[in-house]
């Protein structure tokens, strides 16, 4: 079985997102309120809406830091490739793209086989032409050789 994350990592981008906007709204006026780093709240946000364990988690945020679209982990920093790729569509709109690209390619490959088998059997005709043509005149000179004996 072979799961895919992409909207995983789209929604930890757009939450990352969130975050950011909501990160200055408001203030907390109780003291004993432990302020959670985003780190903690995407987290969170991510094992309630998909139901990852811990490590899938921790390996979708090193995914999206190699990629580019993270600072760093800890803390939880969204890149600023990071903002324009999930505005672009993110990782499910990049594959829509790959698999549209590859049946174009597929597409321009099928028709390259029919050109090319084409081209093979009109080049076959010229060339079987070219043959009758050089039999043609090479009887037509034996005979004028041969024809005009003394």
Do not use: C
């Not at 895919?4 to 906007?21: P, Q, R, S, T």
């Not at 995407?42 to 998909?50: L, Y």
């Amino acid at each position: 079985m072979e799961k895919n994350y992409d909207i995983e990592m789209d929604f930890i981008l757009e939450e990352l997102i969130k975050e950011y906007e909501n990160t200055y709204k408001g203030v907390n006026f109780y003291a004993e309120d432990v302020i959670s780093t985003t780190n903690e709240k995407v987290t969170e946000k991510v094992k309630a809406s998909f139901a990852l364990k811990d490590w899938e988690i921790n390996i979708l945020y090193y995914t999206l830091l190699i990629d580019g679209y993270l600072k760093m982990v800890d803390p939880l920093t969204i890149s600023l490739e990071g903002l324009v790729f999930r505005n672009n569509g993110g990782y499910v709109k990049k594959t829509e793209r790959t698999i549209s690209e590859s049946k174009k390619l597929e597409t321009i490959q099928n028709d390259f086989k029919k050109y090319s088998f084409g081209l093979m059997m009109f080049t076959a005709i010229v060339a079987l032409g070219t043959v009758i043509s050089a039999w043609f005149f090479a009887i037509e000179i034996y005979k004028h050789y041969f024809s005009i004996a003394p």
